[in-house]
């Protein structure tokens, strides 16, 4: 997964608005919210931010 730092650093939860965390081993971004904590999947180096498509860990 290549997501850029300066990236990162913007993206946030569509749910709670919470700063995401890559998770490069499984090709996801985690929101960091202890309540919220759901995981955003990223597809071919895109994140795909959409609370349809994120799971619960």
């Known amino acids: ?4 730092d300066w990236l ?6 569509p749910s709670c608005k919470s700063p995401l965390r890559a ?3 499984a090709d996801e971004l985690s929101c960091t ?12 180096d895109i994140p795909v931010l959409l ?7």
């Open 33 to 44: 919210s202890a309540q919220c904590g759901l995981v955003y999947p990223v597809r071919d």
């Open 8 to 13: 990162l650093e913007i993206l946030a939860c």
């Open 51 to 57: 609370v349809d498509e994120a799971r619960k860990p």
């Open 23 to 25: 998770e490069p081993e």
């Open 1 to 4: 997964m290549k997501i850029d």
